[in-house]
């Protein structure tokens, strides 16, 4: 049996049918929802993080798209974080690994928030922070109809962040003020939060430019770490 057939038998043999009812439901999976169709085995990440350490230097590129083109959400993840760490720990296959990366969010395989969230901060982020050249793909992404190319481009924007360059997430932010999903709201929300976190002054100037623009739940998330008065300044902007 090889590598990639020893890993979906564990992870066939860890699933949870309990669990994975409330992850279906939590992931919004019913009809009409983001997440419509997602099927869940209902393994929580920690176990699949052990899956990864184990199996990520096994496995081939090849078998990784086998792992995204599945319905089944936790071959998904488990396929993501195992590009994840080959990123890391492969330089001269960065390239590479970050165009298969777009592909497959092109292709509809990243799919989900959490999809998103555990993998394109260090893969996309990461990438682009050390080839700022090839930063107009965050924009592209970011006024793609497609939701999750689009949450793509809002949390790549946290690796740059954690290095303290806040242009970008704020240029993609003020792009995405009109935008209609909750989804990036939050996200958006959150950058700017983090942004907050490293620089204060930055998130201010953002907010007294748009507070009275920004959709609750992002203005909601952005000032969760201000002091009371502060925050309620702010819920009352409008």
């Known amino acids: 049996m090889d590598n990639l057939n020893l890993l979906q038998k564990e992870l066939e043999q860890l699933k949870n049918p309990e669990k994975a009812k ?84 092109r292709l509809g395989n990243i799919n989900n928030w959490d999809l998103v969230d555990l993998s394109a901060p260090r893969i996309v982020g990461n990438y682009l922070f050390n080839n700022p050249k090839e930063k107009p793909i965050l924009y592209e992404l970011a006024k793609s109809s497609n939701l999750w190319e689009k949450r793509i481009a809002v949390l790549a924007c946290f690796w740059f962040i954690k290095e303290k360059d806040f242009k970008d997430a704020i240029k993609i932010s003020e792009r995405l003020l009109q935008d209609k999903h909750d989804l990036i709201h939050k996200a958006v929300g959150w950058m700017l939060r983090e942004i907050g976190k490293k620089d204060e002054q930055v998130l201010v100037g953002f907010l007294d430019k748009y507070c009275k623009q920004m959709p609750r739940t992002m203005l909601r998330y952005s000032i969760e770490k201000f002091k009371e008065e502060k925050r309620k300044y702010y819920l009352n902007c409008k």
């Open 22 to 105: 409330l992850l279906q439901g939590f992931f919004k999976t019913g009809k009409g929802e983001y997440g419509e169709g997602d099927v869940f085995l209902g393994i929580v990440v920690p176990i699949q993080r052990e899956l990864v350490k184990k199996y990520w230097s096994l496995l081939s590129l090849k078998d990784i798209q086998k792992m995204l083109n599945s319905k089944i959400h936790e071959y998904r993840l488990v396929g993501l974080l195992i590009l994840v760490k080959k990123f890391e720990k492969n330089k001269e296959q960065q390239k590479e690994i970050y165009e298969f990366y777009l592909e497959n969010a």
